[in-house]
């Protein structure tokens, strides 16, 4: 996968010259999975899918002396689409870690971890074309995006976006066999009234003299409503409110001595609005949502309005569910984790 970073270089500086920044970090993945064969009903709502896990090790594709960054992932691939006996449409999700983002610093005659921690989030979404060439391999094309980041845990907290095609060879240790799929039960669509809440935990630097890191708690919750507009997919607006003990964090040196200042309580909390869609996977979801800050205590210009909040949802019975996401600024950089759960109402 030639990938291309977008949609800012998170490497060196904005005084490194373009011809040293690296635009692009083309990457070779090995994934062994296993097909679901049709023994279950869930096997054929999603088209006798593919799960497993996989390895993945990048590199810096404008050269130069830097590390070889590694990932290790979990991945769900679903055929959703038929386009002739031979012929698919795949979308794959898959999450994991990944490490060594380095680069080597010739002033300092050493390396740095550019993305800011050693061990890094790693979320990835594809589109392919599926050909079955023969009973045993098949050849894929399509594009795919990865975000890689620290989740706010560590600063700087660097992350990265890529995007770019992919090209891939599948081969199978059995002949594949031709098992039908049967139809799904019929589906009506529904609402749905959710009522969630999350904490986490971010670090930050407190940007004066002496920089100080510092952790800082973050507690979110939101209320929204849901459209299970089809099988597989659901759409959602809402409103959250935001705790961020980070908010306007200071150092400030008075006769020698640090004294730490934030604003009050109130100052630190946050009224966003947010719409966006659910991808629906057996009893995972994975979520995909946009958000502005209509209304916030403390007004920090450096501090963007806009966020999104990517990850996944179990849901544990027919009301309750739990959740892990990654909420984000700027596209690409991590505020933090968010670790929680929820309750909903449904109806048709």
Same mark, same amino acid.
């Given at each position: 996968?030639p ?7 998170p ?8 011809d040293?920044q690296?635009?692009w970090?083309p990457?070779m993945t090995?994934?062994?999975?296993r097909?679901?064969?049709g023994?279950?009903d ?12 996989g390895?993945?090790?990048?590199s ?8 070889r ?14 386009l ?20 080597f610093?010739?002033e ?12 890094n989030a790693?979320?990835?979404w ?7 060439t023969?009973?045993?391999?098949? *050849? @894929?094309? !399509? ?7 620290n +989740?706010?845990?560590? #600063? ?9 095609p992919?090209?891939?060879i ?17 589906f009506?669509?529904a609402?749905?009234?959710?009522v ?10 407190e940007?004066?003299n002496?920089?100080v890191?510092?952790?800082?708690g973050?507690i979110?919750?939101?209320t929204g409503?849901?459209?299970?507009f089809?099988r597989?997919?659901k759409?959602a607006?809402g409103?959250?409110?935001t705790?961020d ?14 004294i730490?200042w934030r ?9 966003g *609005? @947010?719409g !966006?869609y659910?991808?629906?996977i057996?009893?995972? +979801?994975a979520?995909? #949502?946009a958000?502005?800050?209509v ?6 210009p450096s501090c963007?309005?806009?966020y ?12 309750f ?9 700027e596209?690409?950089k991590a505020?933090f ?12």
């Amino acid at each position: 996968s030639p990938t291309f970073v977008r949609p800012k270089n998170p490497f060196g500086s904005s005084e490194t010259p373009a011809d040293q920044q690296t635009h692009w970090t083309p990457s070779m993945t090995v994934d062994l999975g296993r097909q679901t064969d049709g023994s279950r009903d869930w096997h054929h709502l999603y088209g006798l899918s593919t799960y497993g896990f996989g390895v993945s090790v990048a590199s810096f594709g404008d050269g130069g002396e830097t590390g070889r960054p590694l990932d290790a992932y979990t991945f769900f691939s679903w055929p959703f689409a038929r386009l002739s006996q031979r012929v698919h449409v795949t979308t794959d999700i898959g999450m994991g870690v990944s490490w060594n983002w380095k680069e080597f610093n010739e002033e300092t005659d050493s390396s740095r971890t550019v993305l800011g921690s050693n061990l890094n989030a790693r979320i990835d979404w594809g589109f392919y074309l599926r050909h079955q060439t023969t009973r045993q391999m098949s *050849l @894929y094309a !399509g594009i795919d995006f990865t975000h890689r980041s620290n +989740g706010g845990m560590r #600063q700087p907290n660097q992350g990265i976006n890529v995007i770019g095609p992919s090209v891939a060879i599948r081969y199978d240790f059995v002949p594949q066999q031709t098992v039908p799929v049967r139809k799904a039960p019929s589906f009506q669509p529904a609402w749905e009234f959710v009522v969630a809440g999350s904490a986490g935990r971010k670090n930050v630097i407190e940007r004066t003299n002496p920089i100080v890191q510092r952790d800082h708690g973050a507690i979110e919750v939101n209320t929204g409503l849901q459209r299970h507009f089809y099988r597989y997919g659901k759409v959602a607006a809402g409103t959250d409110l935001t705790y961020d003990g980070a908010t306007g964090a200071r150092v400030h040196v008075i006769d020698g001595d640090a004294i730490r200042w934030r604003p009050g309580i109130g100052q630190r909390l946050a009224i966003g *609005l @947010y719409g !966006g869609y659910e991808h629906v996977i057996a009893r995972f +979801g994975a979520l995909v #949502q946009a958000g502005y800050n209509v209304a916030r205590g403390f007004e920090d210009p450096s501090c963007a309005r806009f966020y999104m909040r990517y990850g996944w949802r179990y849901q544990l019975n027919d009301r309750f569910f739990g959740l892990f996401a990654i909420r984000s600024i700027e596209g690409r950089k991590a505020d933090f984790l968010e670790f929680g759960g929820g309750y909903k109402v449904r109806w048709r």
